[in-house]
């Protein structure tokens, strides 16, 4: 096993990169990517990075010329022969080829585009504007690599022997978490920790952890590259750029309206099974459920991210319920700021109900909490999202108005045309 504490203690005079495939991303962007290869393959979008915990001042912290140096050593990857064929004849999802050899032709060609940099108040301004195709591909390894600088900046100052002891008690941690998931009975659990991950090696060590301590309960990892090296499934749907960035297109008001569900209209034309997971709370999960077309409620299942987890569970059972749908057929994913105490908390109300899922992310991936001296190591809600779609803003308000993004006027209208009031807010702590 990797001697994590040597490694990183390594990284005060040896560069280690910290994306080295292009596969080392989330396996979402990759189902995505096929279906914006296929039907939007001229738009043009612009993605921004946003640290909404504003009080890490993360330009102060990580430097910039390292931060460059890491982009630009992205911007020289490729897939390579073993890469493509593990995309070309594994099994996703119970599937055989699940990506076109024209999405693949294309992905082995594929080289990440310019990026622009500059800090601002203690902040990055970190934007990729191209072909939506392109750009997409930007938003994993980005934070990714913002995360782990932060981390090596803040470990740069520790002793091998302190870094040592600093694992073995992150070590701990996540087994003894791993220790109370398995006194829940059955459980699925998947890895989701790609983006906000303390570092490369810990991720890999945190999923071949739930591997040995989960067994058949751990379900896969979002990671493409960690997916392939392990033998574990490859774990996603989709996210909210889609709904965004259709919502963007829209050149009228119904169009508008009407676009959260024309994304799952093209989703289930190119994918089926599994892969047909509602992602409801771009615009507000009540009222996309409510004005929902009958075929949606036949999808295999919903994921809940930014409402109260019992709250959007219970809403979703019942809006099937309505649907004429057996809840106990369906399935539950839960993703948004997991740990084990959440997990057990929803598992207990639900159980029995309706199938369950857990995408561990953060909370997994990055919790080096109280380890070092002023949380110095606590991760930070960082995100890379939609700004634009060939020249119209982008945006995104969420079940939680503290995750809103976009300008005001515009999501003051959007608010208007998906019928969204009061909301209650949330705290975010990743």
Excluded at 105 to 125: I, S
Excluded at 223 to 232: P, S
Aim: proline share 4%; charged share 25%; with cysteine.
């Amino acid at each position: 096993m990797t001697d994590i504490a040597t490694r990183v203690y390594n990284h005060t005079w040896k560069i280690d990169p910290i994306v080295r495939s292009v596969l080392d991303t989330d396996f979402y962007k990759l189902l995505m990517g096929q279906m914006i290869f296929h039907r939007h393959r001229e738009t043009r979008v612009t993605f921004g990075i946003h640290n909404r915990t504003t009080r890490v001042r993360v330009a102060d912290i990580v430097d910039i010329g390292e931060l460059r140096e890491q982009l630009d050593h992205v911007r020289t990857l490729s897939l390579s022969r073993g890469e493509s064929t593990w995309l070309r004849g594994n099994m996703f999802y119970g599937k055989r080829q699940m990506f076109s050899p024209e999405y693949i032709a294309w992905l082995e060609n594929f080289r990440f585009p310019a990026y622009h940099l500059e800090a601002y108040d203690g902040q990055y301004e970190l934007t990729f504007e191209g072909p939506w195709v392109e750009t997409t591909m930007w938003e994993i390894p980005a934070l990714a690599i913002i995360n782990e600088l932060r981390s090596r900046a803040v470990l740069r100052s520790l002793g091998k022997f302190e870094l040592q002891i600093l694992y073995a008690r992150a070590m701990a941690r996540v087994w003894e978490k791993v220790e109370f998931l398995r006194t829940l009975g059955p459980i699925n659990i998947a890895d989701f920790g790609t983006r906000r991950r303390h570092g490369y090696l810990w991720q890999d060590w945190c999923v071949q952890a739930l591997i040995e301590g989960l067994g058949d309960g751990f379900m896969g990892t979002s990671n493409c590259l960690m997916a392939m090296q392990r033998e574990v499934e490859a774990t996603g749907t989709n996210a909210h750029e889609l709904p965004m960035v259709y919502a963007a297109l829209s050149q009228d008001e119904a169009t508008l309206r009407y676009s959260p569900y024309k994304v799952l209209e093209d989703w289930q034309q190119d994918y089926d099974g599994n892969l047909k997971i509602i992602l409801p709370d771009t615009y507000g999960t009540t009222g996309f459920l409510e004005q929902a077309p009958d075929w949606v409620a036949q999808w295999t299942g919903m994921r809940i991210d930014s409402k109260d987890p019992l709250e959007g569970g219970e809403e979703a059972i019942r809006w099937w319920q309505t649907r004429g749908q057996d809840p106990r057929q369906k399935l539950l994913i839960f993703s948004d700021a997991l740990d084990v105490n959440e997990v057990a908390r929803i598992n207990q109300a639900f159980e029995g109900r309706i199938r369950l899922g857990f995408g561990w992310g953060t909370l997994l991936t990055n919790d080096f909490r109280s380890l070092v001296p002023d949380g110095a190591l606590d991760p930070i809600s960082i995100v890379c999202k939609v700004v634009s779609a060939d020249g119209r803003p982008a945006v995104k308000i969420s079940d939680n108005p503290t995750k809103a993004m976009g300008p005001a006027e515009e999501v003051q209208r959007y608010m208007r045309v998906f019928g969204i009031g009061k909301m209650t807010a949330r705290p975010q702590m990743v």
